[in-house]
Structures are given as C-alpha cells and as structure tokens.
C-alpha cells in the first residue's frame, strides 16, 4: 500500500524536474534560441477567446419566422404611409385602387394550410391547399408545403392576368410566415398584408382533470 502511494506521489514530481531541466537546458544553448517550448497538453493559448468568436460569428438557428423580421421596429414612425387611413381606398397602386386589389386568403392551421384567391367582389378564382399540392399526411403541416402551395398559386394568378395582391391572414400554423414568401418568391407584388385571427376574450371552460 505504502509502495503504491509513493509511486502515485513520485509520477508528478519526476515529470516537474525533468520539465524544469528541459527549460533550463532551453535557456542556456543557443541551439533551441529559435524553438518556442510549451506545454504538450495545450493546445491553444487563446482557446476560450477563439471559442467566444466563433459562436458569435456562428449564424442563429431559424426557427421558421424569418419573414416575420421584415420591418424595422426603429424605422416605422418614419414612414407616413405605413399604416393604413381614410384616403387609404382611393389609393392607386399599379394603376388599380386599392380597394379593387384582389385578396388572397391564408388560413394557417396545425395541420393544413388553406389558399384562397378572390376579387375585390369576393367571388373566389382560386382555391389551393397542401394536400392538392401533393403532401400527405404530416407533412400537410410543414413550412415547406405552404412555401410550394404558394408558388403553385402564384404561376395559377399570373396565367389569370393578376400582378399585385393584399393578403389576409388567419391562424397560428407553421406555414404562417413561409406562405406569405412563397407568395413574394412567385412574382406576386404584395400591397397589404392583414391578420385577422380571432382572439378569444372570454375562452371555454378547460376539461376536467383526468383521474388517476
């Protein structure tokens, strides 16, 4: 037991001198003046600092709501038009009133993600989903899904002479945001777009608790 503990203790102090030899030994030649000496185990003097910079300069992770950031918080106030007013209607955009632009209705659910194209009348031109895209099943619900049935629903558009839409906009689902691009990738010129998702102030009653 005692050999075994004298052995342990003697490892590190052999590997002290020897190290402390090699330095001083570094030192006092001029053959090793040109040689930098550091610990073998080190890898990288500034290695908590070159971590640091790499995270940093890493790109953030998306989650999906990448054309959510399309307006600048700081910069709205500064723009006179941004919001909507009374002489809103009589506004002509591409040679059209606003109030003539057809609409295009989004409804974003868990599970699906609905297309509609209408006049200014409400007559529907166009209707497109996730499934007629050609998805099945879960990924009916994707962000992918309604980036693909918004292009589909854009070259749909453009054969039916339209150039310039609004968007109205309901629901919480996953093609949210990725609809509303794929409708911009399509050539589609977006005047307005609405949310109209209904908020429920007073909810329904939460079921009971299960019983264990």
Known sequence: MLKSILNIIKSPITQRVCLQTFQSQTRSSNIFNNVNARYMHITSINFGQDRRSLTASAPKK?????????????NIFKHN?????????????????FSEIPIVNIKCTPNNTLMTLSDYKGSVKIIHTCGTEGFKHARKGTNVAAQATAITLCKKAMNLGYKTIRIRIRGLGPGRASSIKGLQMGGLEIISITDYTPVTWDPLRPRKAKRL
């Open 81 to 97: 038009d941004m919001f909507p007013d009374v002489n809103t209607p009589n506004k002509f955009f591409n040679d059209i009133p």
């Open 62 to 74: 998306d989650e999906g709501v990448d054309g959510e950031r399309v307006v600048d918080i700081d």
